[in-house]
């Protein structure tokens, strides 16, 4: 089963993608897509190519950035600020996808994106999903005092975040964690629920599970005034 993970440079994209970069039983990565909020210059895509000569590295890199990991696979990167746009559509069929792996990325994608790969797509999001549907459930899961971080892997479709959900699990922090160190473990966490998936999802279709239960609010993007501290004198 031919592998392409969608996400975005940053702790949680990067150190999900490390769990199944170098490909499994039954299935193998073929390539990286990269979103990007902003053109790359004066490009709104662009590959970045492995040297024909190139080789995986034993020895992942222990950044952030999904270019330096996906240079020591040896894979090949496509970068796009236009994830659903036709020459993004383009691009990323020649890569041949029968699955799609998203953790982390910004945009909702278009059914026609998610109909090049054969198998589907499917997706880490970080919260207990029907709860906190949206861009944002990190930081509302934070700011609700929350102590670990619920994952919820589900297929793709055309809805936010509504898939039928595939595994779940949960993603301890240490108290005083850096906002890096939380999306950092939330993303150990979907890799290490995702590794276990790939091989069952290379035997035969997995249905999964309807998501049940009250959605409540949408996590949105935070406003500047979301993230004010009213009572300071609570602070331990």
């Known amino acids: 089963m031919r592998v392409v993970l969608l996400g975005q440079t940053g702790p949680y994209s990067t150190w999900a993608f490390r769990h199944f970069v170098r490909g499994g039983p039954g299935y193998e ?10 053109p790359i210059g004066r490009h709104v895509h662009r590959w970045v190519e ?22 020591a696979m040896a894979l090949p990167l496509f970068q796009t600020a236009d994830i ?10 020649k890569l041949r996808p029968e699955l799609f792996v998203c953790v982390g990325f910004d945009r909702l994608f278009s059914p026609a994106l ?11 999001h970080p919260s207990a999903l029907p709860r906190l549907r949206g861009p944002a459930p990190i930081f509302w899961l934070l700011r609700e005092g929350a102590t670990e971080i619920p994952m919820t892997v589900h297929w793709l479709n055309a809805g936010e975040d509504r898939g039928r959900v595939l595994a779940r699990g949960n993603a301890g922090f240490e108290p005083l964690s850096t906002g890096d160190r939380i999306y950092q473990r939330s993303g150990e966490e979907a890799g290490r629920l ?20 009250d959605a409540g609010p949408r996590a949105r993007r935070p406003k500047p005034e979301d993230a004010r501290v009213s009572d300071v004198g609570s602070w331990t």
């Not at 990565?29 to 902003?38: A, K, L, T, W």
């Not at 790969?117 to 880490?124: D, K, P, T």
């Not at 995702?194 to 239960?213: D, N, S, T």
Request: aromatic content about 2%; cysteine-free.
């Open 84 to 93: 659903n746009s036709l020459q993004a559509y383009r691009e990323i069929s």
């Open 50 to 71: 492995p040297d024909k000569t190139a080789r995986a590295k034993p020895k992942l890199p222990q950044s952030n950035s999904l270019r330096e990991l996906a240079e």
């Open 29 to 38: 990565v073929v390539g990286i897509v990269e979103g990007r909020r902003s």
């Open 114 to 124: 998610l109909a090049i790969a054969g198998v589907g797509g499917i997706n880490a």
């Open 194 to 213: 995702i590794v276990e998936l790939l091989p069952r999802l290379a035997q035969g279709f997995v249905p999964g599970e309807e998501q049940a239960g």
